[in-house]
């Protein structure tokens, strides 16, 4: 009834930019919760920074002061901008919402399927 999807990941330089974007679709009536999620091989899926729907943030330490997480409601999106990234920044970005589906409060949480950023000179 509601899907995820992720895009704009690919291969880049270390110190520079990537901007992803997750899109929610289906039986959306309104988003209550976006985040995004990182994971590297062999190593445990962390939380990169999440969104409110009042706009308010949260970051992880490694992505305060270079990554901005933003929303658009109108169009049920959040976006993930990344600056000054590193090697260590390798990973499978993961997006994840609390939707609402109904008027009566009814709610879905779940996850798109990713999108793979690589960091390399």
């Known amino acids: 009834q509601v899907q995820l999807m992720e895009s704009g990941g690919g291969l880049v330089q270390p110190g520079g930019s990537l901007r992803l974007s997750c899109v929610a679709s289906g039986r959306v009536f309104g988003i209550n919760e976006f985040g995004w999620y990182r994971q590297a091989p062999g190593k445990q899926r962390e939380l990169v920074g999440e969104?409110?729907?009042?706009?308010?943030?949260n970051y992880a330490d490694f992505a305060q002061g270079r990554f901005t997480i933003s929303r658009d409601n109108a169009k049920d999106t959040v976006a993930l901008q990344m600056n000054s990234l590193r090697p260590e920044d390798t990973a499978i970005y993961s997006c994840n919402a609390e939707v609402a589906i109904g008027n009566d409060g009814s709610t879905w949480y779940g996850w798109g399927q990713g999108t793979q950023v690589t960091v390399s000179g």
């Open positions: 969104i409110a729907r009042d706009g308010s943030t």
